[in-house]
């Protein structure tokens, strides 16, 4: 009787012991993904932290920030004409079943147009984007897909981000542009100044203003006066504090332009849209 208990007991142990090392076999998968998991979250955190100060700290650069403000006219429209024109055809003709394959052709687009957006902005603005969610049907055929596109949110909001690119675009090329201007013709004023006086004097043109403020005014004659050149010395020294607003003016709609891709052109753009700092120095 007690080599039979003996054995028993023995039988238990085993079993306990067991159901310990599977339990730690199956544990430790959990804990790998945990890793993983825990180790993902943070290293797109510390992206998302280095964007929110890296208009603060200066670390975009002007330049990009400058060709990004730019091509939104020309892309804007771009995407307006291609979209508008797949829109119309494709819906009108829509009753005859020949705006079926346009249309999913249009759907295709808006999701490569976003595409090409999103990289734009993650190459030149250095913004990490989440994914635009798409969530993608094993074995669908192109109808399942086309479907499962059509109900996706990004979709629609990509097309209404796609259609306000152009008038969005039409404002950050008029601000860059006429900031940038201003600051180089001031820091240039002194020698707008003399060239236009040595022309005048070689070429015999007719004396003229050469900019006019208020009641601050300055006449190009053919002769150097100490009282224009002492205007032109303090236009450009204000040059350096017009160039200063220039950066923080640029910087600022470029990264409104970051947070509106992120908001429009992924599936959890509202809740991990960028809105502050918007200037950058």
């Not at 009787?1 to 028993?8: F, G, R, V, Y």
């Not at 730019?70 to 979209?83: E, M, T």
């Not at 990004?154 to 090329?173: A, H, N, Q, R």
Request: proline content about 5%; glycine content about 8%; aromatic content about 10%.
């Amino acid at each position: 009787m007690s080599e039979q208990m003996h054995i028993h007991r023995e039988e238990e142990q085993n079993a306990r012991d067991g159901g310990s090392e599977q339990e730690c076999e199956q544990s430790e998968p959990n804990v790998h993904a945990g890793s993983e998991g825990s180790t993902a979250q943070p290293l797109y955190g510390q992206k998302a932290n280095e964007m929110r100060f890296r208009a603060v700290s200066g670390k975009r650069s002007l330049t990009l920030s400058v060709l990004y403000n730019l091509l939104a006219l020309p892309l804007g429209i771009f995407y307006f004409s291609v979209l508008v024109t797949l829109l119309s055809v494709s819906v009108s003709t829509l009753v005859i079943w020949v705006g079926l394959p346009l249309f999913f052709c249009t759907i295709m687009s808006i999701w490569g147009l976003a595409a090409l957006e999103r990289f734009l902005a993650q190459e030149m603005l250095g913004i990490p984007l989440p994914p635009m969610g798409r969530r993608r049907l094993t074995g669908a055929g192109w109808w399942q897909d086309f479907v499962a596109r059509l109900k996706h949110p990004v979709t629609w909001k990509s097309l209404s981000y796609l259609l306000l690119k152009m008038p969005l675009g039409i404002t950050s090329f008029t601000i860059t542009v006429v900031f940038t201007l201003v600051s180089l013709a001031m820091s240039l004023a002194p020698v707008a100044y003399l060239v236009d006086t040595f022309l005048l004097r070689q070429f015999g043109y007719p004396a003229h203003t050469l900019m006019n403020i208020g009641t601050l005014s300055m006449t190009v004659d053919g002769t150097i006066r100490p009282g224009q050149i002492i205007i032109c010395i303090v236009i450009a020294v204000l040059s350096v504090l017009m160039w200063v607003l220039t950066r923080l003016v640029i910087n600022g709609v470029a990264s409104f332009s970051a947070w509106f891709v992120r908001l429009m052109l992924s599936e959890d753009g509202m809740e991990r849209s960028l809105l502050f700092p918007i200037l950058g120095v």
